[in-house]
Structures are given as C-alpha cells and as structure tokens.
C-alpha cells in the first residue's frame, strides 16, 4: 500500500513537470546585464555604421574633414541616445511586465498587463504617423510582441538569483531574458540547463 501511494505521489510529479505552467513578472530594464548589453549594441552598431559611411564618402578622412565626421557621429550618437534613453524609459517604466509559459517543448512571453497596452498604443501611433521609417518601426515591433524559444535551440542558460533571471543562449547570442516569480525561478532555471546537456 505504501509502495503504491509512493508510486502514485511520484506519478504526480511527473505530470505536474510535464504540464505547461504559466507566471506574470516584470523583467527589470535597466539593472539586468543581458538587456543592458544589447541596448548598448542597439546604440553603437548603427553609429559605427554611420562613422564608416561618412569616412568612405569623405576619403581619405583628414583634417577639418575628419572634424566634421567626427562632429556628425557625436551628434546623431547624442540625439540617438537621448531618444532611446526617452523611449526605453517611456516603455520599461517600473520593469517590463511579461506573461510566460513553460511546457516541455519550450519557453515563450509575451507583454502582459499595462505593458502589453502601452506597446500596443505606441506601435499604433507610429504605424499611423505616415511617416515610412516609424510605420515600418510600428509593424516590426507589433510583429515581435510575443517572443519563443525551444529548448533544443538553447546552448546555455545563466541564472541570476537575485534578480531571479534567466537568460538563454544560442552560441555568444541570448536570445530571451526570461523573469520569474519566486515560485518558477529554479523550475526554469533547471529546465534550461538540462535542456544544455
């Protein structure tokens, strides 16, 4: 009879491993490394782009040449970062809420709450703004509101206990931060890791 209700109890478990489990929690902007990381990439890469256009239109950069490369790049680098600090201020206010959903294939999120209708205000006035770069900017950002990853595509997952991140890798490349409450922390953080082995 024991042996049963112990066979039974891990049965249990099992299935409740194996069911999809769902959470809310708000990815922190601003004080998680990955995140941080790639808005720095988001900002530089698009100035290193403009720096060597400019320096091949202007060959051989020298002199009062070079000053005014140097002078276009520092104030498209300013107003750039102005505008992404304004906008990543304006979208992550008090962390990013997301809703995630765990199964045994793999992890998924999506915007959830007061950010999910923030976003989608935001994506509309710009797909309305008749203007073609921020239409196209609307369109994309509307078309990569829920994010998905498969376990088999993940190479390596690092936790981050105090935040209660983690963050999945393909190769050098994350590709999904995901937030946890403190009840699926370690559920996601195993999860991953074991899909690495």
């Known amino acids: 009879m024991a ?6 109890a891990s049965v249990a478990r099992a299935e409740s491993a194996a069911d999809p489990q769902e959470w809310v929690a708000r990815l922190p902007i601003w004080r998680n490394k990955v995140v941080v990381r790639q808005l720095a990439a988001v900002f530089v890469i698009p100035l290193l782009f403009l720096a060597l256009v400019l320096a091949i239109v202007l060959w051989p950069p020298v002199g009062e040449q070079f000053l005014t490369l140097l002078k276009i790049v520092g104030i498209t680098g300013g107003v750039y970062l102005v505008l992404m600090l ?4 304006l979208i992550g206010l008090g962390g990013y809420e997301m809703v995630y959903r765990l199964d045994e294939r793999g992890i998924g999120g999506r915007p959830h709450g007061r950010t999910a209708k923030r976003n ?12 073609p770069s921020a239409m196209g900017s609307g369109m ?7 994010e998905y990853v498969a376990w088999r595509d993940v190479d390596r ?3 981050d206990s105090k935040q209660r991140t983690v963050a999945l890798y393909k190769g050098r490349r994350a590709v999904m931060v995901v937030a946890c409450d403190e ?4 559920t996601v953080l195993q999860r991953a890791q074991n899909a690495t082995r």
């Open 86 to 89: 304004l906008g990543t201020a």
């Open 140 to 146: 994309l950002a509307q078309s990569r509101q829920a």
């Open 120 to 131: 989608r205000i935001i994506n509309t006035l710009l797909m309305l703004s008749g203007r």
């Open 183 to 186: 009840a699926h922390y370690a």
């Open 3 to 8: 042996l049963n209700s112990e066979n039974a």
């Open 157 to 159: 997952a690092e936790g």
